[in-house]
């Protein structure tokens, strides 16, 4: 069964400043890998999305993720936040002909001004 | 122009209660989904329906019972409820692996 690890719970980080957030992930073929975010008091608004392919992928919001065999990792990049930014995002492992996603625990974002 | 709508947003009710979430959603999607999120905010799948089929059930007491009546809707009934039933429910739907989610429901048993 896949699983998925996001290994910081919180980041705090300036307006304008960049942005990482890590995803690893742990399956025997190459999944399905999804980001999403979460606004306070929202539901998830999907960021983007790899199944196959160019291994860096372009989302919304300025938002792009890379996908790494070798480090079985899909981590999410922007290069200046925005204060709108702020906000809980998950990353979520997904298998070919499989309708279940499993999700990260999430990682919460703060931007400071 | 809601795409994944559920009702009510928010549900505070005693324990030992029977109550009732609904979903809709108006993308023609065949499968959809009910996730539970904690209040450490951990998202799990609870039941999954395609094309008004089980075809997904986790590890949930059967309190929980979901029915669809047909594609576009999937709810969820729970009976008897627990303090730790408490949490935000989250309906989505598929058409494929790509999820869109609803808004959710944040149940307070008290």
């Known amino acids: 069964a896949q699983s998925v690890t996001q290994p910081d719970i919180h980041i705090t980080v300036s307006e304008g400043a960049s942005l990482e957030l890590r995803c690893n992930y742990s399956y025997g073929a190459t999944p399905y890998l999804f980001w999403y975010v979460q606004s306070p008091g929202q539901g998830l608004q999907l960021l983007l999305k790899?199944?196959?392919?160019?291994?860096l992928v372009q989302g919304i919001k300025g938002f792009e993720a890379e996908f790494k065999r070798s480090q079985s990792s899909f981590n999410l990049r922007k290069p200046s936040v925005h204060w709108s930014d702020a906000a809980e995002y998950f990353c979520?492992?997904?298998?070919?002909?499989?309708?279940?996603?499993?999700f990260g625990a999430g990682t919460t974002v703060t931007v400071r001004a | 122009d809601t795409a994944v709508s559920q009702t009510p947003k928010y549900l505070v009710t005693q324990m030992g209660n029977d109550k009732s979430i609904k979903c809709e959603q108006n993308?023609?999607?065949?499968?959809m989904y009910w996730y539970k999120q904690d209040s450490k905010k951990f998202l799990k799948i609870m039941f999954s329906?395609?094309?008004?089929?089980?075809?997904i059930n986790e590890t949930v007491p059967n309190r929980f019972s979901p029915k669809s009546p047909d594609k576009a809707h999937l709810n969820l009934h729970i009976n008897s409820l627990e303090l730790g039933d408490s949490a935000v429910y989250f309906c989505?739907?598929?058409?494929?692996?790509?999820?869109?989610f609803g808004p959710g429901t944040r149940l307070t048993v008290l």
């Open positions: 979520a492992v997904g298998e070919p002909d499989d309708y279940k996603l499993s």
């Open positions: 329906y395609n094309n008004k089929e089980l075809i």
């Open positions: 993308l023609g999607h065949d499968t």
């Open positions: 790899y199944f196959s392919g160019d291994t």
């Open positions: 989505a739907s598929s058409q494929g692996t790509e999820q869109f």
